[in-house]
């Protein structure tokens, strides 16, 4: 990670390319996870997920990618299918995206320090 990054924090720009005519399976999921925010929120915690974004973006050539943007706390329990919402998000992924994500490196953060502190210590113990 870059020095920006605190120390325990894991900063992730992921890319994977949207099936080929899954589009609008991807346009449901997207708003599957809108319409059920709050439940999403609920699971975040023992994820250590200080906060997650997904885009979609056509390239030149036509095809489809999902990127996805997160800041994590390095001892977080990633997706826990266990809960409803998680076992549906991950069910999407398997039929929209292929398989694995494209890793770009980080380089740089920048956050204001009073809510750089409140990042770190929810990345590092889900809490406030």
């Known amino acids: 990670m870059p020095s920006t990054v605190p120390s325990g924090l ?3 720009l992921s890319r ?6 899954k589009d609008g399976e991807f346009g449901e999921w997207m708003e599957m996870l809108n319409d059920r925010y709050d439940e999403s929120l609920a699971a975040i915690s023992a994820e250590r ?3 997650e ?4 973006h056509e390239e030149a050539d036509g095809s489809l990618w999902i990127y996805h943007l997160s800041l994590t706390g390095d001892n977080g329990g990633g997706l ?3 809960h409803q919402i ?3 998000h991950a069910a999407f992924s398997r039929r929209v995206k292929e398989p694995g994500w494209e890793e770009l490196e ?3 953060m920048l956050t204001p320090g009073h809510i750089l502190a409140a990042m770190t210590t929810w990345g590092h113990t889900g809490t406030r």
């Open 10 to 12: 894991r900063l992730e």
């Open 106 to 108: 980080p380089k740089f």
């Open 16 to 21: 994977s390319r949207i099936i080929a005519g």
């Open 86 to 88: 998680g076992a549906d």
């Open 80 to 82: 826990d299918e266990s």
């Open 53 to 56: 974004a997904t885009f979609r």
């Open 49 to 51: 997920s200080v906060f």
